[in-house]
């Protein structure tokens, strides 16, 4: 491929190789807009390096094969340095897109608004065998937003898929900008959290993407619940000492908000895939953290649905959850 394509994703491998076709093909059947795939091999031990010989033929698919494990968040790093396109994105081995036009139309809304500096969409969340289980739409309507206006609401939660959300290249250019190895449980949030304190933020309510959960999943499986909390108070604590001093005093009210929601995230997280011993022991330490917890709506709400989960079983509790979230409108906040 002689000339630089518009779109470069950065695409992380260990071990995936039962996805991985399914994830290159949705982005190379995008229509109208050049796109590029860079796969980092991370020392699998499946089928993965075979699959990729398949495209070896492709100019459009690039791969780098390391011998050792290197971890998602320097795969993703290396991966975004070698990238050509004007728009960047890292997309994860086990995902996929459910529109051939995803791409175009987040392409569409930069070209539209030259200081959007990054764009998500809707996604649907799909089980090891595609299987729709729960609508993700954290707004109903698609915007265009400053970037402040976005942080007050990101700072509660990172909302914003991991997976497909695409960046001005111009923005990764600069090192300090590339994933923080640090965090390595809360490196995507941390990137939303920057890019909206200095750019707006495009949004498409429509459904562009598949993001698979399972058990196995390599962001998450090494990472204890202590450890992953650890990385977002980090994260908070990061995103407020980089605002302007204007805008860390107008928006220090919402510090407070923002430490409970961190401390309560892991047993959320952990439930909404199944995981119920370490869903309590997220909601332990989070306790132990912050006592006072005792007394907030938000930990008792996590308890009782932890309490319904450990109750009923995962099944049983995704159909619960559900059909909660279509009674309310499809909003899609995570479970």
Same mark, same amino acid.
């Given at each position: 491929?002689?000339?630089?394509?518009?779109?470069?994703?950065?695409?992380?491998?260990?071990?995936?190789?039962?996805?991985?076709?399914?994830?290159?093909?949705?982005?190379?059947?995008?229509?109208?807009?050049?796109?590029?795939?860079?796969?980092?091999?991370?020392?699998?031990?499946?089928?993965?390096?075979?699959?990729?010989?398949?495209?070896?033929?492709?100019?459009?698919?690039?791969?780098?094969?390391?011998?050792?494990?290197?971890?998602?968040?320097?795969?993703?790093?290396?991966?975004?340095?070698?990238?050509?396109?004007?728009?960047?994105?890292?997309?994860? *081995?086990? @995902?996929? &897109? %459910?529109?051939?036009?995803?791409? /175009?139309?987040?392409?569409?809304?930069? !070209?539209?608004?030259?200081?959007?500096?990054?764009?998500?969409?809707?996604?649907?969340?799909?089980?090891?065998?595609?299987?729709?289980?729960?609508?993700?739409?954290?707004?109903?309507?698609?915007?265009?937003?400053?970037?402040?206006?976005?942080?007050?609401?990101?700072?509660?939660?990172?909302?914003?898929?991991?997976?497909?959300?695409?960046?001005?290249?111009?923005?990764?250019?600069?090192?300090?900008?590339?994933?923080?190895?640090?965090?390595?449980?809360?490196?995507?949030?941390?990137?939303?959290?920057?890019?909206?304190?200095?750019?707006?933020?495009?949004?498409?309510?429509?459904?562009?993407?598949?993001?698979?959960?399972?058990?196995?999943?390599?962001?998450?499986?090494?990472?204890?619940?202590?450890? *992953?909390? @650890?990385? &977002? %108070?980090?994260?908070?604590?990061? /995103?407020?000492?980089?605002?302007?001093? !204007?805008?860390?005093?107008?928006?220090?009210?919402?510090?407070?908000?923002?430490?409970?929601?961190?401390?309560?995230?892991?047993?959320?997280?952990?439930?909404?895939?199944?995981?119920?011993?370490?869903?309590?022991?997220?909601?332990?330490?989070?306790?132990?953290?912050?006592?006072?917890?005792?007394?907030?709506?938000?930990?008792?709400?996590?308890?009782?649905?932890?309490?319904?989960?450990?109750?009923?079983?995962?099944?049983?509790?995704?159909?619960?959850?559900?059909?909660?979230?279509?009674?309310?409108?499809?909003?899609?906040?995570?479970?």
């Amino acid at each position: 491929m002689n000339r630089a394509p518009r779109v470069s994703f950065a695409m992380s491998c260990h071990s995936y190789g039962q996805y991985l076709r399914r994830a290159v093909d949705s982005i190379l059947d995008q229509v109208g807009c050049d796109v590029e795939v860079i796969v980092v091999d991370d020392a699998s031990t499946d089928e993965t390096a075979d699959i990729l010989r398949g495209y070896r033929d492709d100019p459009r698919v690039r791969t780098v094969r390391h011998q050792t494990r290197h971890g998602h968040l320097p795969s993703n790093n290396e991966g975004l340095a070698l990238a050509r396109g004007e728009f960047v994105g890292v997309f994860d *081995a086990d @995902d996929f &897109l %459910l529109k051939s036009d995803a791409i /175009a139309r987040k392409v569409d809304v930069f !070209d539209r608004h030259p200081k959007v500096g990054f764009v998500y969409s809707a996604y649907m969340i799909v089980d090891e065998h595609d299987a729709p289980t729960r609508l993700f739409r954290p707004w109903p309507n698609d915007y265009v937003r400053p970037g402040l206006e976005e942080f007050t609401h990101l700072i509660n939660a990172c909302y914003v898929p991991h997976s497909s959300t695409l960046v001005r290249r111009a923005f990764h250019e600069r090192p300090e900008h590339i994933y923080d190895l640090s965090l390595p449980h809360a490196g995507d949030w941390d990137i939303w959290l920057r890019i909206a304190a200095r750019f707006d933020v495009g949004y498409i309510a429509d459904t562009l993407q598949a993001y698979r959960q399972h058990r196995s999943q390599m962001s998450s499986r090494a990472t204890s619940p202590h450890a *992953a909390t @650890d990385d &977002l %108070l980090r994260t908070i604590d990061k /995103a407020f000492a980089q605002l302007e001093p !204007d805008a860390a005093r107008r928006l220090s009210p919402l510090r407070e908000k923002a430490i409970t929601s961190a401390l309560l995230h892991q047993t959320r997280t952990d439930r909404s895939l199944g995981r119920v011993r370490r869903s309590w022991s997220g909601l332990v330490d989070a306790l132990r953290r912050s006592p006072r917890l005792l007394g907030s709506v938000q930990f008792h709400w996590a308890l009782a649905r932890l309490v319904l989960l450990t109750v009923v079983g995962q099944a049983r509790y995704v159909r619960l959850v559900s059909t909660r979230d279509r009674i309310v409108g499809g909003k899609g906040v995570v479970a």
